[in-house]
């Protein structure tokens, strides 16, 4: 049995991840942690008692250094499920994963790992294309663009020759630049998650999409992660290494 520590339990997020890790049968959250201390959580990581094997962190980029502190002092395997990380934060989770296993992702879906890596591969297949990315999200979210739009953008840009210029939406007079690729974000309504890659040439336009219809996607992705991670050394993990080749 994997018995893990949930941060954030009291979101909407950590409620999925709480209904999830119910379905199964070697997976037990021990404690739910939420600084809100709503819903019956406890309001602190200090607060816990109970033995566990890793923790799961649906909660806000802010909590980074009380996670990583934490997770390092107890020798805990951590998943990060948040975005919008400051390179301050960003150096912690790297500094981190020097001690022990850290699963970080923009996303947990398995359908946007399998979408990222084909984005690779055809951006690949096409150096002078021109690249756009769109993703559309619910109006409550807070970064934009989206931390999955910004990992695509980084995988297809790491197969491109020389040095890529990432362009945060589009207007004005300027025409566009072979180096770029084009990001844009809507936030509208209660979208789960949508990410469209567009290649496009002067002959032909690939376009690949992924459209999440659930947030419990996340969810089992997440638990499939911690599967992952538990028993692993020290590192840096994302869903790339978990999808495999």
Request: hydrophobic share 45%; glycine share 10%; aromatic share 4%.
């Amino acid at each position: 049995m994997i018995r893990l520590i949930l941060f954030g339990a009291a979101g909407r997020m950590g409620k999925e991840v709480e209904a999830a890790a119910k379905k199964t049968s070697d997976v037990e959250i021990v404690a739910r942690v939420d600084v809100s201390g709503a819903d019956g959580c406890l309001s602190s990581l200090d607060e816990v008692t109970e033995a566990a094997d890793a923790i799961v962190d649906f909660s806000h980029h802010a909590a980074t250094p009380t996670l990583t502190g934490y997770a390092v002092a107890k020798g805990l395997p951590l998943l990060v499920a948040t975005t919008g990380q400051s390179e301050e934060e960003l150096a912690l989770i790297r500094g981190a994963a020097a001690k022990i296993p850290v699963f970080f992702s923009a996303n947990y879906s398995l359908g946007i790992a399998a979408l990222t890596k084909a984005a690779k591969a055809i951006a690949a297949l096409y150096p002078d294309a021109d690249i756009e990315i769109v993703e559309k999200h619910h109006n409550r979210k807070l970064d934009a663009p989206s931390g999955t739009a910004l990992s695509i953008a980084r995988a297809v840009s790491s197969v491109r020759e020389g040095e890529t210029a990432f362009l945060f939406g589009r207007g004005g007079q300027v025409k566009r630049q072979k180096n770029e690729i084009g990001i844009h974000a809507v936030r509208l309504g209660n979208i789960v998650g949508e990410h469209e890659i567009l290649i496009g040439t002067d002959n032909e336009t690939i376009t690949l999409k992924h459209e999440a219809h659930s947030r419990a996607l996340f969810a089992d992705g997440a638990i499939a992660a911690v599967r992952f991670l538990v028993g692993r050394n020290a590192g840096l993990y994302a869903m790339t290494d978990l999808v495999g080749d």
